[in-house]
């Protein structure tokens, strides 16, 4: 009887000209609520669901991109917001995914996510040395945060269990903390401006200091591949940030699962291009979704067929 109903309910919608595979829901897995992927998520999902007749999108709130790749493993119908890193290791199986490889495929490159190493100056911390002994965040478990995270402190020369007291807080957690004077310092990986920073720069009495951490990048890229690259975060970008600090980033993707049907697929990713005035409103970091930054270079993982084959049509070949 279920089977002839659902059968019935599709002849409906084919016989009004709806895909065959409408009234899917899919859940978009995003991030903690003070970072960049949860509000963006958000935009994505209402455009997706006003957009495709039939599908019902909802943005998740999760641990992070770690998280967010392991919801996509479970088979269920997940789009995922991921950084490259911590999605090459899902593929491979390594690392936090050691054993467990995740047949996770590019939907769209996003924007470059950038690591801030936070502190105030009332702490007297100004490179990563100054972390030694003291009590940091290095992110919420199961976000890719922690991932980089533990790299940039490797390649700092610093043990990240020996050299300081470590707490795993997501962002919104870690500038509360640091308020109340409970860690000295976070790491934090989103978009420009992440507003969880921001309130924290703007907070009285605080005079807002993230560390530059750029010379960093090489000694990252000889041990994990060539996943980082040197940037900035301009002078203004936050409150009381008054010059230009030296980063390092690594791209944002949208994936999903290799079955995930070419035609949902190549659906999601025309809507996100042509929607994309609506999704800069949400987030200012939307600004970076552009076909340009649909290449090779910016994903470790291979390209879904039916994001290639949107992105064919536009000119842009990734296969």
């Known amino acids: 009887m279920r089977k002839l109903v659902f059968g019935a309910i599709a002849a409906v919608f084919a016989l009004a000209g709806v895909p065959s595979y409408a009234q899917q ?38 641990g992070g991109s770690v998280d967010n790749l392991k919801l996509i493993g479970s088979g269920k119908p997940y789009v995922s917001f991921t950084m490259a890193d911590a999605a090459l290791n899902a593929l491979q199986g390594e690392d936090k995914f050691k054993g467990n490889k995740i047949p996770v495929m590019t939907l769209a490159v996003l924007y470059p996510n950038t690591m801030h190493v936070v502190t105030t100056e009332a702490t007297g911390i100004t490179k990563m040395a100054d972390l030694k002994g003291k009590r940091v965040s290095t992110g919420s478990p199961g976000s890719a ?21 470590r707490e795993r807080l997501g962002v919104a957690e870690s500038v509360n903390a640091i308020k109340d004077g409970k860690i000295q310092a976070f ?23 993230i560390l530059d951490i750029a010379d960093l990048t090489e000694k990252m890229n000889q041990k994990y591949g060539p996943l980082y690259a040197k940037g ?7 409150p009381g940030l008054d010059k230009d600090v030296q980063i390092v980033d690594v ?44 290449t090779k270079d910016r994903t470790p993982l291979p390209w879904h067929p039916g994001a290639a084959k949107y992105l064919k049509e536009k000119g842009v070949t990734v296969n």
Do not use: C
């Open 25 to 62: 829901q899919y859940s978009i897995a995003t991030g903690g609520t003070g970072g960049v992927y949860y509000p963006l998520g958000g935009g994505m999902a209402n455009v997706l669901t006003q957009s495709l007749p039939g599908f019902a999108f909802t943005a998740e709130v999760t």
């Open 145 to 165: 945060t922690e991932v980089m995270a533990f790299r940039v402190i490797e390649a700092a020369g610093l043990d990240r269990d020996k050299d300081m007291h």
């Open 187 to 209: 790491f934090w990986v989103g978009g420009i401006p992440t507003s969880a920073v921001t309130d924290l720069g703007a907070t009285p009495g605080v005079k807002l200091k």
């Open 232 to 238: 900035t975060i301009k002078a203004g970008s936050y």
């Open 251 to 294: 791209w944002n993707l949208l994936v999903a699962h290799k079955d995930m049907p070419e035609q949902v697929a190549y659906d999601i990713v025309k809507t996100i291009f042509e929607k994309k005035p609506q999704l800069v409103t949400v987030h200012k970091a939307a600004e970076d979704i552009n076909l340009e930054y649909q």
